[in-house]
């Protein structure tokens, strides 16, 4: 049986591993249930990337809101 390392390595392919930011944390913790979201992150695909391979491209980027939402102080 192979380690973690190299079966997270067997999902992302030969695409390069994404560091975790706030977003990817924050969906984490946000969606514990979703282990399809989980096991991407883990393996640090770039959602994004596989989004437009299979024909599912984001159709705009990082909303107004969610930019305002983030630049607020608490």
């Keep these: 049986m192979t380690n973690?390392?190299?079966?997270?390595?067997?999902i992302r392919g030969g695409g390069v591993p994404s560091r975790h930011n706030a977003r990817t944390i924050a969906a984490?913790?946000?969606?514990?249930?979703?282990?399809r979201r989980a096991v991407l992150d883990c393996a640090g695909v770039d959602k994004q990337r596989l989004a437009a391979y299979i024909d599912y491209p984001a159709r705009f980027g990082q909303s107004q809101?969610?930019?305002?939402?983030?630049?607020?102080?608490?």
């Design 4 to 10: 973690v390392g190299q079966r997270l390595a067997a």
């Design 28 to 35: 984490l913790t946000t969606n514990p249930g979703c282990a």
């Design 65 to 74: 809101f969610a930019i305002t939402r983030g630049n607020t102080s608490p």
